[in-house]
T-cell receptor
Framework: AAGVIQSPRHLIKEKRETATLKCYPI?????VYWYQQGPGQDPQFLIS???????DKGSIPDRFSAQQFSDYHSELNMSSLELGDSALYFC???????????????FGEGSRLTVL | AQKVTQAQTEISVVEKEDVTLDCVYE???????LFWYKQPPSGELVFLIR??????QNEISGRYSWNFQKSTSSFNFTITASQVVDSAVYFC???????????FGKGTRLHILP
């Protein structure tokens, strides 16, 4: 079965550079989520999209932005990178049977960002 | 806001022992969903089980079982006859009805010793 695809799997950037992470959800899933997991930490919710509209926002820095495109893939853009942005970034997708009814989130393998 | 507590930071057991991971959550919602995820050393997040607040029946799935007690807001997860491959970080993650996101607990790092 198709899973959530994230690219790139690994990314190394310098401070103040920009990075873009891509996520391709499971086909027919209508909701995409982004999470950030620092070393030894639990995943922290950043932002989510339902049917291409932003549905919820968590602790996402103003330097970060995200969007979901017409083909349902999503991109997380990170600018003015800081050392503290080094983390594992997960994308997840789910299917809401009805608005608010909760299906499980299926996670991609993550994109590991290292900021030097 | 909802809150989830995994009091056990780290657990070590010998292979073939049973182990229970504790989870306590706080919510004012009457309808909510509870999940357990596993994160092995390779880093991916693997969905294990889901429970709806309106279904208190506890179930067993292979070596996994869970005990959902709505009265005490607990959602404990048990691995029977543990194996070395079960070594991972386990996250309890509630999801409230009106929210889309799930909130992860701090996780319990489980070591299964051969």
């Amino acid at each position: 079965a198709a899973g959530v695809i994230q690219s790139p799997r690994h990314l190394i950037k310098e401070k103040r550079e920009t990075a873009t992470l891509k996520c391709y959800p499971i086909p027919r899933h209508d909701t995409v989520y982004w999470y950030q997991q620092g070393p030894g930490q639990d995943p922290q919710f950043l932002i989510s999209f339902y049917e291409k509209m932003q549905s919820d926002k968590g602790s996402i820095p103003d330097r970060f932005s995200a969007q979901q495109f017409s083909d349902y893939h999503s991109e997380l853009n990170m600018s003015s990178l800081e050392l503290g942005d080094s983390a594992l970034y997960f994308c997840a997708s789910s299917l809401l049977n009805t608005r608010g009814a909760a299906g499980e989130l299926f996670f991609g393998e993550g994109s590991r960002l290292t900021v030097l | 806001a909802q809150k989830v507590t995994q009091a056990q930071t780290e657990i070590s057991v010998v292979e073939k022992e049973d182990v229970t991971l504790d989870c306590v959550y706080e919510t004012r919602d009457t309808t909510y969903y509870l999940f357990w995820y596993k994160q092995p050393p390779s880093g991916e997040l693997v969905f294990l089980i889901r429970r709806n607040s309106f279904d208190e029946q506890n179930e067993i799935s292979g070596r996994y079982s869970w005990n959902f007690q709505k009265s005490t807001s607990s959602f404990n997860f048990t691995i029977t006859a543990s194996q070395v491959v079960d070594s991972a970080v386990y996250f309890c993650a509630p999801r409230m009805n009106r929210d889309d996101k799930i909130i992860f607990g701090k996780g319990t790092r489980l070591h299964i010793l051969p």
